[in-house]
């Protein structure tokens, strides 16, 4: 009898059942709704649709913070959909669990931040686990040495002032380019996305063109011929510059050619490198990175050097929106001058690597304020009507000076006749310069060897020349605006 359950042990078991196994059955409904939940995730990832995985994860990882699955998840939805500062945290604590591919995904956030040795660090430790898995991990090495790449790059950022920049659309970025026509031309070839560079005396063009049967991208030259443009030719020396160049543009000097290319030797997409003509040889010499702030992991290209205006410009989709660009204006240095690695504060040194505010770089303020008076002579004073024999000569934001009588500084007056005198004499250099080239260009070996010499000499007398002037304007400006504070 005592093994046949009582009423009151039925009714203690129903209640048993009511209270718990159904409560737990709802809860293994949830929790195979969450399966399935998941699983449609994990998919939707695979497939590359993180921004419709993304809210998934970010629900699991709230209701488990410490699922180191989870936080790779949710923190590669987040890298993936441009959410870089939020990704870390999440990506870190995978990471932290030993998670392979979180090392993998930690790498790259860190890389895009400039925080190059712990990105190195994180992609050794991605590889390291990867081959005690018998994982392959060749296709790792590009990645590796872009790291690399970034870290040597630190050691070297570039001092400039960046005066302005602004975003626009990528279509019609070349329209907010304000070059001086005497310092040449870019726009379109009207090939899809390639771009051409005229120069001022508009006797010569450089283009980015397709390279016949393959879907790579090289630069041609072209010259006038009786009011036409000659058949282009492949510029020479630049083959092992990447599958993708494009971007040039010419210095007045002639020599200096600045381009845009993808390659082994590029950041991260597009980045902006410099190269010299060797007249010797007929050929650019092996292009240089021209390194921070002007490239970045992002796409950087069209550096132009408007010499007339003494402004620079290019432009960068460095965490820019689909289809937008950020085109910045710089005031160029004479020699380049870099942040000493050693000594400098490593936030500030990132910051001006990054360009991350860019009152940052204003370190020289005679400096910065001369080119943003420029910049807005450039913007909006297009349309200022100057009388015949006048020049245009900015002292500052309230003096533009046309006329020698304009000059309340007798000694500043003076210094100008001389700058007169000397952007003549730049001129003339330029002028002979390009005709004993064309000579040299189109002469036998013995005529080459007879005008090296002084084609090196004149080269040489137009850097000196650029820098006298440079230097000569700025005395000018501040021995007038010493007179103008005494008045």
């Known amino acids: 009898s005592q093994n046949i359950p009582t009423f009151e042990k039925l009714l203690d078991t129903e209640t048993m059942k009511k209270r718990y196994i159904l409560p737990l059955l709802a809860l293994c409904g949830i929790g195979g709704a969450s399966a399935q939940t998941l699983s449609q995730a994990q998919k939707w990832f695979n497939d590359k649709q993180f921004d419709k995985a993304k809210p998934v994860f970010q629900r699991l990882v709230k209701q488990a913070p410490s699922n180191a699955n989870y936080n790779f998840w949710y923190g590669a939805c987040c890298y993936e959909t441009g959410a870089l500062q939020e990704s870390v945290p999440y990506l870190e604590k995978s990471a932290e669990r030993k998670v392979i591919n979180g090392f993998l995904y930690l790498s790259k956030a860190y890389f895009d931040l400039y925080r190059f040795d712990e990105a190195i660090e994180n992609l050794e430790d991605h590889i ?22 970034g870290a040597r790059m630190l050691r070297g950022v570039e001092n400039v002032a960046v005066i302005d920049s602004f975003v626009v659309d990528k279509k019609d970025f070349l329209q907010a380019y304000k070059i001086n026509e005497e310092s040449g ?24 063109h397709r390279v016949p049967g393959t879907n790579e991208k090289a630069l041609y030259s072209s010259v006038t011929l009786g009011g036409d443009w000659s058949v282009p030719e492949k510029v020479k020396g630049l083959d092992d510059a990447g599958s993708e160049l494009n971007y040039p543009y010419i210095n007045p000097d002639g020599v200096t050619l600045y381009f845009a ?9 597009y980045d902006i490198f410099i190269t010299r003509y060797d007249s010797d040889e007929g050929s650019y010499l092996k292009p240089d ?13 069209m550096y132009a050097i408007d010499d007339f205006n003494n402004l620079g410009w290019f432009a960068s989709d460095r965490y820019q929106p689909e289809g937008k660009v950020c085109v910045y204006v710089f005031a160029p240095n004479s020699s380049k001058q870099v942040y000493d690695y050693d000594t400098t504060d490593p936030g500030l040194l990132t910051n001006a690597a990054m360009l991350n505010g860019i009152r940052n770089t204003w370190g020289d303020a005679d400096k910065v304020r001369i080119a943003k008076q420029q910049l807005a002579q450039v913007m909006y004073g297009g349309d200022e009507k100057e009388k015949k024999g006048d020049f245009r000569f900015v002292v500052d934001d309230n003096a533009i000076y046309h006329t020698l009588s304009d000059f309340h500084s007798e000694d500043a007056r003076k210094k100008f006749q001389q700058l007169q005198q000397k952007e003549k004499d730049l001129q ?17 070996q013995s005529l080459k060897e007879k005008l090296a010499p002084g ?8 850097k000196e020349l650029y820098e006298e002037i440079e230097k000569l304007t700025l005395d000018i ?3 007038e605006i010493k007179k103008l504070k005494n008045l």
Do not use: H, Q
């Open 128 to 149: 390291y686990w990867m081959e005690r898995k018998n994982r392959d991990t060749s296709d790792l090495d590009t990645l590796m040495n872009r790291y690399r790449m």
């Open 289 to 301: 990175n021209i390194g921070f702030p002007f490239n970045s992991p992002f796409n950087d290209y």
């Open 477 to 479: 400006r501040n021995t």
């Open 261 to 269: 290319a993808k390659g082994a030797e590029s950041l991260g997409g």
């Open 455 to 462: 084609i090196l000499d004149c080269e040489k007398r137009v």
């Open 185 to 208: 031309k870019v726009g379109l070839t009207g090939e899809s996305d390639c771009t051409e560079f005229i120069n001022g005396m508009k006797d010569k063009k450089i283009l980015s």
């Open 428 to 444: 003339t250099m330029n002028e002979s310069l390009v005709k004993i080239r064309n000579n040299y260009a189109s002469g036998n």
